[in-house]
T-cell receptor
């Protein structure tokens, strides 16, 4: 079974703190993703990575950075947390496939981290 | 305008009803269509996927795609309380070789016993 784990289920931080969210996958997937999920807005892509040390901005990268030093681990960093970053953060991973069909495009999600910034 | 639009609901129906969940999209380059199910306090899980216009059936679930209208649907027959969840449509885009998914807002569904 594919497993994506996230370091914390619930996190409470203060405004201005540096926050690290960790994600680990055990299926040797090349691609990893960070999303945030907010009511009425769905899942929005923050950053993604398709290889070790590679990173690409998603749709809402402002206020975030990422690190991928090992294939199985993808970290999301909030350099200076703000109240508008209070959200559910979801990590996902997938195989790297550029052609063909089938279930290989599936993204596997972790359970999420509910971050509250006060 | 969002690339993918999904009615956020919430939707509440009695057990046994037929449920229809819908998404529209604007990018005609989308080729691969998925439905994810997300239970409360869990991450989304893939429920169904399809890549061509028409219907695909899996048990009580049917995924329908109409590429000419840029419209996809998920039908649930004989709905059960265990189907209560948030359902998200998703479509594949390709950026830098990674399969980026574009998600709808999600529809929160409750099946009442």
């Amino acid at each position: 079974d594919v497993k994506v784990t996230q370091s914390s289920r619930y996190l409470v931080k203060r405004t201005g703190e540096k926050v690290f969210l960790e994600c680990v996958q055990d299926m040797d997937h090349e691609n990893m993703f960070w999303y945030r999920q907010d009511p009425g807005l769905g899942l929005r892509l923050i950053y993604f990575s398709y290889d070790v040390k590679m990173k690409e901005k998603g749709d809402i990268p402002e206020g975030y950075s990422v690190s991928r030093e090992k294939k199985e681990r993808f970290s999301l960093i909030l350099e200076s947390a703000s109240t508008n970053q209070t959200s559910m953060y979801l990590c996902a991973s997938s195989l790297k496939r550029t052609s063909g069909l089938g279930r290989g495009y599936e993204q596997y999600f972790g359970p999420g981290t509910r971050l509250t910034v006060t | 305008q969002k690339e993918v639009e999904q009615d956020p609901g919430p939707l509440s129906v009695p057990e046994g009803a037929i449920v229809s969940l819908n998404c529209t999209y604007s990018n005609s380059a989308f080729q691969y269509f998925m439905w994810y199910r997300q239970y409360s306090r869990k991450g989304p899980e893939l429920l169904m996927y399809t890549y061509s216009s028409g219907n695909k059936e899996d048990g009580r679930f049917t995924a329908q795609v109409d590429k000419s209208s840029k419209y996809i649907s998920l039908f649930i027959r004989d709905s059960q309380p265990s189907d209560s969840a948030t359902y998200l449509c998703a479509m594949r885009d390709i950026i830098q070789g990674a399969q980026k998914l574009v998600f709808g807002q999600g529809t929160r569904l409750t099946i009442n016993p």
